[in-house]
C-alpha cells in the first residue's frame, strides 16, 4: 500500500478555496463523503464523467479523459493536502486528516462570520435597549445602566473568545 501524507498542519481557507474551486476536486469530496470507508477511482471517474456528459451512456473518451486528470492531478493534489489518502497500488481513496475540514465548506457547516456578527449585534441590541429602559424609567427596571452595558459587553466578550477558540 502506498498511501502517504505530507502535512500535518490544517489547511488555511485560501487552500480550501482553492482546493474546492475545481469542479472534479470538489466531487471526488462529495462522492467520498456519501460512501463510508473507501472508495474505487474507477468509481469517482464513472461518476464524475457521469455529471459532466449529457448523453445517457457515458462515452468512453470522456470517462479516460476524466480518469487521467483524477490520476495525474486531482488526486495528487487532495493528497499532498491531507484531504485524501489515495493508494496509488489499489487505486482506491479514503478520507484524510483533512477532510472534514474541506466537507464543512461544501455542505456550508463552516461557523462563517455572518452567524456571529448576528450572535453579537442582537446582545448588542438587547444590551443598548435594557440601558435605555433603566436610564428613562428608574422604577422600570432595578439594574443599574453601567451594571446593564457591562454584562452585555461580558456577554459579547465571552461570545468572541468562544469562537476564537472553537
Not at 462529495?30 to 474505487?40: H, N, R, T
Not at 488526486?75 to 497500488?89: G, K, R
Not at 444590551?127 to 429602559?133: K, P, Q, S
Amino acid at each position: 500500500m502506498s498511501v502517504q501524507t505530507n502535512r500535518t498542519d490544517s489547511l488555511e481557507e485560501s487552500e480550501v478555496f482553492h482546493i474546492l474551486g475545481n469542479d472534479r476536486r470538489r466531487a471526488i469530496v462529495q462522492l467520498l463523503a456519501g460512501e463510508p470507508g473507501q472508495i474505487d477511482v474507477s468509481d469517482v471517474a464513472t461518476e464524475i464523467a457521469s455529471t459532466e456528459s449529457d448523453a445517457a451512456s457515458v462515452p468512453n473518451n470522456l470517462y479516460k479523459s476524466v480518469y487521467v486528470s483524477l490520476q495525474q492531478t486531482h488526486l495528487p493534489q487532495l493528497q499532498e493536502d491531507d484531504v485524501i489518502e489515495y493508494d496509488s497500488e489499489a487505486k482506491t481513496i479514503r478520507p484524510g486528516p483533512n477532510f472534514d475540514d474541506v466537507l464543512g465548506y461544501v455542505d456550508g457547516e463552516t461557523s462563517d462570520r455572518s452567524s456571529t456578527l448576528r450572535l453579537h449585534l442582537g446582545i448588542c441590541l438587547l444590551g443598548l435597549l435594557l440601558i435605555a429602559i433603566a436610564g428613562l424609567d428608574g422604577t422600570a427596571s432595578s439594574l443599574d445602566p453601567v451594571l446593564s452595558s457591562v454584562l452585555a459587553l461580558l456577554v459579547v466578550a465571552a461570545s468572541s473568545l468562544y469562537q476564537l477558540l472553537g
